[in-house]
């Protein structure tokens, strides 16, 4: 599966963004999906995740309350709505999806190419 990120851009402190993965193919539906950001000189951290039948979700606990993260099979497209950002959430974020809804990078085979998101105080 090719994975597409968009969405991204810059916003204040307490907006909100919504990003979405655009997947390619028709076995969309097999792979769990996940988002990851990496900030400039920190290593990649996972955000959240969703599993193939769109109803078991997991989210990294500095995100819990503010981010969503939902899929629609029939689109094929993944999507992180993102409210009341903070300074901390600027990173690149990248979408990733395989098998098994893990919150390891090293799990996923399959990677979207990052959009950037960046938050000012």
């Known amino acids: 599966v090719q994975l597409q990120a968009s969405g991204g851009g810059s916003v204040q402190t307490g907006g909100s963004l919504r990003l979405s993965c655009a997947a390619s193919g028709r076995t969309f539906e097999r792979f769990a999906v996940a988002w990851f950001r990496q900030a400039p000189g920190k290593e990649r951290e996972f955000v959240a995740s969703?599993?193939?039948?769109?109803?078991?979700?997991f989210y990294t606990d500095s995100v819990k309350g503010r981010f969503t993260i939902s899929r629609d099979n029939a689109k094929t497209t993944v999507y992180l709505q993102m409210n009341s950002l903070k300074p901390e959430d600027t990173a690149v974020y990248y979408c990733a999806a395989d098998n098994v809804p893990t919150n390891l990078p090293g799990t996923y085979r399959n990677w979207g190419q990052g959009t950037q998101v960046t938050v000012s105080s």
């Open positions: 969703i599993a193939q039948n769109g109803r078991e979700t």
